[in-house]
């Protein structure tokens, strides 16, 4: 699909963002090499209805309702975009076996939450991805940086032997003891800092 299709015929985009802002859509598909690096998976819950490639050995789609369907196996989580993404993650994080990847939303409480206390692993791309559109084409340059939630030592795994460039944080759990520095007034935070 031509970026004009996206904006408008009228109105050129400059950066990917106003794509992004103006295509309110969800059909931003993973990059292929980054599933082939990280080995077969069971599930994709988020699907798209018509996909170019298999995601996963099994699909849920839209018209499934894969948030609400039973989770089974290694689980390849791209989830929908804006305030349902916490959801879909804190699902992943229950399943237990699976990886995520979200934009790396640095500075908001779900991101906090799911990659500093849950996840076994968070990895951050060194560069920028470049989604793919559900006809198969390349779209430009996304105006965010990603990274991978990984959930379960496997999926820790499969991303530290994988030759994906980036860097990879494992989580430190000292005796069980929580890593995250929690302060006194952090619930009244919470309230104020949005998601
Ligand atoms: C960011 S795309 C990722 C697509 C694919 N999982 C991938 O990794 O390339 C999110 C997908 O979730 C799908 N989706 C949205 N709501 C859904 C739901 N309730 N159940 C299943 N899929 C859903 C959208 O149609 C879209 O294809």
Same mark, same amino acid.
């Given at each position: 699909?031509?970026?004009?299709?996206?904006?408008?015929?009228?109105?050129?985009?400059?950066?990917?963002? %106003?794509?992004?802002?103006?295509?309110?859509?969800?059909?931003?598909?993973?990059?292929?090499?980054?599933?082939?690096?990280?080995?077969?998976?069971?599930?994709?819950?988020?699907?798209?209805?018509?996909?170019?490639? %298999?995601?996963?050995?099994?699909?849920?789609?839209?018209? %499934?309702?894969?948030?609400?369907?039973?989770?089974? #196996?290694?689980?390849? &989580?791209?989830?929908?975009?804006?305030?349902?993404?916490?959801?879909?993650?804190?699902?992943?994080?229950?399943?237990?076996?699976?990886?995520?990847?979200?934009?790396?939303?640095?500075?908001?409480?779900?991101?906090?939450?799911?990659?500093?206390?849950?996840?076994?692993?968070?990895?951050?791309?060194?560069?920028?991805?470049?989604?793919? &559109?559900?006809?198969?084409?390349?779209?430009?340059?996304?105006?965010?940086?990603?990274? &991978?939630?990984?959930?379960?030592?496997?999926?820790?795994?499969?991303?530290?032997?994988?030759?994906? %460039?980036?860097?990879?944080?494992?989580?430190?759990?000292?005796?069980?003891?929580?890593?995250?520095?929690?302060?006194?007034?952090?619930?009244?935070?919470?309230?104020?800092?949005? #998601?």
């Amino acid at each position: 699909m031509a970026n004009s299709e996206i904006v408008g015929a009228t109105q050129k985009p400059r950066w990917q963002h %106003d794509i992004w802002k103006n295509r309110k859509s969800d059909e931003w598909l993973t990059p292929p090499y980054i599933l082939h690096e990280l080995g077969q998976f069971d599930l994709d819950p988020a699907a798209p209805l018509d996909r170019p490639w %298999d995601m996963a050995s099994k699909h849920y789609t839209k018209s %499934d309702d894969g948030f609400v369907l039973p989770w089974v #196996g290694r689980v390849w &989580l791209n989830p929908p975009y804006g305030r349902a993404t916490a959801a879909w993650l804190s699902k992943l994080y229950e399943h237990g076996n699976g990886v995520a990847l979200i934009f790396a939303r640095l500075g908001s409480i779900w991101f906090y939450d799911m990659a500093w206390r849950k996840a076994d692993a968070v990895f951050f791309f060194k560069r920028r991805l470049r989604f793919f &559109l559900p006809d198969g084409t390349e779209g430009g340059w996304s105006f965010a940086p990603s990274c &991978l939630l990984a959930f379960g030592d496997n999926n820790v795994s499969a991303i530290e032997s994988s030759s994906l %460039d980036g860097k990879l944080l494992k989580r430190v759990a000292q005796n069980n003891k929580e890593t995250c520095h929690t302060a006194p007034n952090s619930a009244k935070q919470a309230g104020t800092l949005g #998601g």
